[in-house]
């Protein structure tokens, strides 16, 4: 492989040659992170004949600290905190429901941009790939992944084409019917953007555009219900 990705499309069809066990699967949903983890998200559930939908995560700043998160809200109604941050903020019930109604409108603003009406998707017994473009910290998906993990989903598959060295290291500990790929994982990291050679800022209309081509795509022909099967 190449020590840079062409673009967030190849990361996505190089993603999905090493997720071929779960194609035309009727359990398999495909959850990509917007912006930027829905053009790779497309290319996976094209390859594997599943459903893609987006999850979006809004991380809880400190009112002083907005870059110091101590929880988050997801889609499908989710809400999670650190315990012992929270514990440690000296935050009183009014200002934590204010932070939590300041977000939760962010939410609700992005989910009808690029969801419309439609509901959130059912994850409980399901298998869900969680799709980035890559992770430095790895911040956004800890909160995608708590958040997920209170809709119990039967098997979660984290799946990112590179990430930093320890980030990687970390994700991959993971438990609890939790599983991790990540193709390229530099020990000089930086910023996601330096791994491709094409990295622009998308839009909305863009996101929106590949839902929709998502949508349209053929129902798989064949179910299996493991990988194994």
């Known amino acids: 492989m190449n020590l840079r990705f062409r673009d967030r499309s190849e990361a996505g069809r190089l993603l999905a040659e090493k997720l071929k066990a779960y194609a035309q699967r009727d359990d398999v949903l495909v959850l990509a992170l917007p912006r930027g983890g829905v053009p790779v998200g497309f290319e996976i ?3 594997l004949d599943a ?13 002083q600290q907005p870059e110091f998160a101590i929880g988050a809200l997801a889609s499908g109604g989710a809400c999670v905190f ?3 941050l ?16 300041r977000e939760q409108s962010e939410l ?17 017994g399901r298998t869900v ?8 910290t790895g911040a956004t998906m800890h909160a995608a992944v708590k958040a997920l993990q209170t809709q119990q989903p039967a098997h979660l598959v984290i799946a990112v084409p590179v990430a930093a060295a320890e980030t990687c290291a970390e994700f991959a500990q993971m438990q609890n019917h939790t599983s991790f790929l990540c193709l390229l994982a530099p020990v000089s990291f930086h910023a996601v953007g330096l ?14 555009s590949l839902l929709e081509r998502a949508a349209q795509l053929p129902a798989p022909s064949t179910a299996h219900t493991s990988p194994n099967s």
């Open 45 to 47: 559930a094209r390859a």
């Open 51 to 63: 459903p893609l939908d987006v999850l979006i995560v809004r991380e809880l700043g400190l009112p």
């Open 82 to 84: 650190n315990q012992s």
């Open 86 to 101: 929270l514990a440690g903020s000296s935050l009183a019930t009014p200002e934590i429901k204010a932070l939590i109604a």
């Open 108 to 124: 609700e603003r992005r989910e009808r941009a690029y969801r419309g009406q439609r509901p959130f998707p059912e994850l409980r």
């Open 129 to 136: 790939i969680l799709v980035d473009d890559g992770m430095a």
């Open 195 to 208: 791994w491709y050679e094409s990295f622009p800022q998308m839009t909305d209309d863009e996101v929106r």
